[in-house]
């Protein structure tokens, strides 16, 4: 096969490889052997994660409750339901905040992470991360509450951008 294709549409043996080692690295390759000096920054950002200044791809900018209130997600009024937890803090706007969060970590970060169906993902930062002019104390703690399938919804994203990216690519590689 071409090393397009290869890139395209990699060996059935490399179908349960992660997504950091399959797509992306035939893209990078590619993007190498083609001069392609966006695909290639791309590939690179993806792979080894992006830098702190970098614009993020809307799928890596998912939105997540911002709080400083640190929920128990154990709580036995949620009635161990992870919907009843979304619904209070939808209707405390004042405590929860919805917002999109840069996530630029390496493709493998998002890899090695998941949630369990029916459970909150909890990721606890500090004040000082976020862009926000505050009078509070730049240790502070603050929690970023999201649905279990955030992870999985960002490597679709990942998925689906290198393929278009690649296709594009094939397409204008294409003799007309």
Known sequence: RSTLA???????????????QTRRVNGYTLSIKLSDKELR??????????????KLPPYRM?????????INPQ???WNGRIANVFAY????????AL??????????????????LNTLGVMRR?????PVPTPMDPDTPVFLYSNPDMYQRMLGGARHEVTQRLLHKLRSLAPT
């Open 62 to 70: 998912p939105k997540m409750y911002f709080s400083l209130e640190d």
């Open 126 to 130: 500090k004040v000082s991360e976020f």
């Open 6 to 20: 290869h890139a395209l549409f990699p060996a059935p043996s490399s179908a349960c490889l992660p997504l950091s």
């Open 89 to 96: 803090m939808d209707s405390n706007p004042n405590h929860f």
């Open 41 to 54: 920054t791309f590939c690179e950002h993806e792979i080894g994660g992006y830098p702190s200044d970098a």
């Open 99 to 116: 917002i999109p969060v840069a996530m630029g970590h390496a493709l493998s970060y998002f890899e090695s992470q998941s949630f369990a």
């Open 75 to 77: 709580y036995v009024g």
